[in-house]
């Protein structure tokens, strides 16, 4: 079965710069969620989608991120203008039977 | 709110032995899950083991096994014969039943040392 897929799995922007990461779930999972990891910290949830509807995106800062999953499939997430403290990786995950699975992640470093 | 608390920012075992992590949670639901999940370098998070809240017996996954003691909100992991490869930060996590939302503590960064 494959797993969560992500890309690109690393990119370097410079301040104020945009940024797309894309994500493609387990086939058949409605439930996608994207994550931030600040090294040294464990991942915070930045917004929960079931099929193509929004269920929590009250960690996500709406001046700059956004995110859609238009077809309750692939999701996309997307920084504009990016910031220094928005260095993380990006996890994207998602989830059957109460249990998570998660992407490989894509490393961010704004410069 | 949940909490999740890792109090040990680091450890290190000998290849062979076992080791046991900690973590201690806060919650006022009754149903939930928690989580096990290993980090290596690579960044990708990967399941070790879970454990639903109603269920009184323990979680165990080949060498790996947690106790939980639900009364005082403890779930503790235990690796058996420690591998080189079982180097990495494990982060434990909490569900509530409902929000399948995964909250995090802070890590314990594994060193298992031949």
């Known amino acids: 079965e494959a797993g969560v897929a992500q890309s690109p799995r690393y990119k370097i922007i410079e301040k104020r710069q945009s940024v797309a990461f894309w994500c493609n779930p387990i086939?058949?999972?409605?439930?996608l969620y994207w994550y931030q990891q600040i090294l040294g910290q464990g991942p915070k949830l930045l917004i929960q989608?079931?099929?193509?509807?929004?269920?929590?995106d009250s960690q996500l800062p709406k001046d700059r991120f956004s995110a859609e999953r238009l077809k309750g499939v692939d999701s996309t997430l997307k920084i504009q203008p990016a910031k220094l403290e928005d260095s993380a990786v990006y996890l994207c995950?998602?989830?059957?039977?109460?249990?998570?699975?998660f992407g490989e992640g894509s490393w961010l470093t704004v410069v | 709110a949940q909490t999740v608390t890792q109090s040990q920012p680091e450890m290190s075992v000998q290849e062979a032995e076992t080791v046991t992590l900690s973590c201690t949670y806060d919650?006022?639901?009754?149903?939930?899950?928690l989580f096990w999940y290993k980090q290596p370098p690579s960044r990708q998070m990967i399941l070790v083991i879970r454990?639903?809240?109603?269920?009184?017996q323990n979680a165990t996954e080949n060498r790996f096994s947690v106790n939980f003691q639900k009364a005082a909100k403890s779930f503790s992991l235990k690796i058996s014969d420690s591998q080189l490869g079982d180097t990495a930060m494990y982060f434990c996590?909490?569900?509530?039943?409902?929000?399948?939302?995964?909250?995090f503590g802070k890590g314990t960064k594994l060193s298992v040392i031949p």
């Open positions: 996590a909490f569900s509530g039943a409902g929000s399948y939302q995964l909250t």
């Open positions: 454990q639903e809240a109603y269920k009184q």
């Open positions: 919650t006022s639901e009754s149903n939930y899950y």
């Open positions: 086939s058949g999972h409605a439930t």
């Open positions: 989608f079931q099929n193509n509807g929004v269920v929590d």
């Open positions: 995950a998602s989830s059957w039977e109460n249990t998570i699975y």
